[in-house]
């Protein structure tokens, strides 16, 4: 069934259906367009700007875990690409406390399979969009 990334995130929300953290991301960041045409628009004039490679460092704390990502004040100055290093980050803090403790954000809290939030606070590389931060849990107001 097509739905439009606010409609998706909502039927996330209902448990109707599942998606991984990282689609989670890119639907919220898609949440910047009201429409096809202005997301056409947007990947249009960006197309030559460039990208990067992101890998997600997993961060386990006592209550759940994050997601962090690159810009993030906790992403590894030397992140394990191919997965050979094995590197576990973990703490026995609370997310609540990483986050009050925290000030630069590029990370997605997983509370639970069904519990995600997306936290932002840097300015997007190559003039992308930051995705809308969503807490899966709370009521967003669609721009769609």
């Known amino acids: 069934q097509w739905s439009s990334p606010p409609e998706a995130i909502e039927r996330f929300k209902s448990q ?5 953290p990282p689609q989670f991301y890119e639907l919220c960041r898609l949440c910047n367009f009201s429409s096809l045409h202005e997301l056409h628009e947007f990947s249009s004039d960006r197309a030559l700007e460039g990208c990067e490679r992101w890998m997600p460092v997993m ?58 939030a997306v936290y932002v606070n840097i300015q997007a590389k190559y003039k992308h969009k930051n995705p809308v931060m969503i807490n899966s849990h709370l009521y967003y107001n669609s721009r769609l």
């Open 16 to 20: 109707e259906i599942w998606f991984a």
């Open 59 to 116: 961060l386990t704390a006592s209550d759940g875990y994050m997601q962090i990502l690159p810009g993030d004040e906790l992403y590894p100055e030397d992140p394990d690409y191919t997965g050979e290093k094995k590197i576990i980050m973990s703490t026995d803090k609370k997310v609540e406390d990483l986050m009050k403790e925290g000030s630069v954000f590029h990370r997605i809290v997983i509370k639970n399979i069904n519990d995600l």
